[in-house]
């Protein structure tokens, strides 16, 4: 089992790593503003299992999803 220094070490690590590709991100020309926000947005939310299914062709592989509507308490309804 992990103590709490290594699980802090690696936590730290992974955080470094995080930071470097955020880096790389906003460092590349070839990019638009919007796609280097949605790479961002991938990698703090652990988008790798999104970018997985869209490299496999899976259901949302290539498309947008559509902005849900909002209730009168901020809360989305409907079908998305």
């Excluded at 991938?42 to 299992?49: C, I, N, Q």
């Excluded at 592989?61 to 998305?80: H, L, M, T």
Aim: proline content about 2%; some cysteine.
């Amino acid at each position: 089992m992990e103590t709490k220094d290594e699980k802090a070490a690696k936590m730290e690590e992974h955080q470094a790593n995080l930071r470097r590709e955020i880096v790389k991100i906003m460092m590349d020309t070839s990019l638009s503003e919007e796609e280097k926000s949605r790479r961002r947005q991938a990698l703090m939310t652990g988008g790798a299992s999104q970018k997985k299914k869209e490299e496999e062709g899976g259901p949302s592989a290539g498309k947008k999803q559509k902005p849900k509507k909002k209730g009168q308490c901020g809360v989305s309804v409907g079908s998305g």
